[in-house]
Nanobody, 113 residues
């Protein structure tokens, strides 16, 4: 059973940056599609970004140009680099793999104005 563990969340001022990490257990990581979702208080969970096993990426319009998803298959880790953060980026960020239907526990990002 694959497990996903996120880290890197925290409090940052508007305009700042954070890098989230998602460490995956298991050997299936290298072939898995990985994505990030987020859920703001009182709102539905929304998709943020995706990366395929061949490193092809795509982003939600709300984060395009500010966020960057990447992966290191040698470390079984996927990253979300978040720049130019805005208060509306405040949310719990979840790592997910649709390939295996597994979610991480989430990490909280708070952006102060």
């Amino acid at each position: 059973q694959v497990q996903l563990v996120e880290s890197g969340g925290g409090l940052v001022q508007a305009g700042g940056s954070l890098r989230l990490s998602c460490a995956a257990s298991g050997s299936a990581f290298t072939s898995a599609v990985m994505d990030w979702y987020r859920q703001a208080p009182g709102k539905q969970r929304e998709w943020v970004a995706v990366i395929t096993s061949r490193h092809k990426t795509n982003y939600a319009d709300s984060v395009k140009g500010r966020f960057s998803i990447s992966r290191d298959n040698a470390k079984n880790t996927v990253y979300l680099q978040m720049n130019s953060l805005k208060p509306e980026d405040t949310a719990v960020y979840y790592c997910h793999t649709p390939t295996m239907g597994v979610w991480g526990q989430g990490t909280l990002v708070t952006v102060s104005s």
